[in-house]
């Protein structure tokens, strides 16, 4: 996990809400762009730093490519955190 990339792609309030889209399960690219006031370059971008940061992932399924939150990555991020806070009762 790159914890820095991880943040950086967290930074960004309109990366933050398409995560918050794809918590509905996965999106193509269009359907996220639909949400948006943003080109689909804008929208692309976006999509691509969330992936190098590795808090989403795609498959493809003939023309589209549908994009996925990766839980595995919100995962160790939020254990991470945790850790940090570390027990309240010290």
């Known amino acids: 996990m790159a914890v820095a990339d991880s943040f950086k792609a967290l930074s960004e309030p309109a990366r933050r809400e398409i995560l918050e889209?794809?918590?509905k399960g996965?999106?193509?690219?269009g359907e996220i762009a639909g949400h948006f006031s943003m080109t689909q370059a804008t929208v692309s971008y976006h999509l691509?730093?969330?992936k190098k940061a590795d808090l989403?992932?795609?498959?493809?399924e003939k023309n589209f490519?549908?994009?996925e939150l990766n839980?595995?990555?919100?995962?160790?991020?939020?254990?991470?955190?945790?850790?940090?806070?570390?027990?309240?009762?010290?």
């Open 21 to 23: 889209l794809l918590r």
């Open 71 to 90: 839980p595995t990555v919100l995962e160790e991020l939020m254990a991470w955190l945790s850790a940090l806070k570390g027990n309240e009762g010290k």
């Open 56 to 60: 989403i992932k795609e498959s493809r």
């Open 65 to 67: 490519i549908y994009y």
């Open 26 to 29: 996965p999106m193509a690219a």
């Open 48 to 50: 691509k730093t969330l």
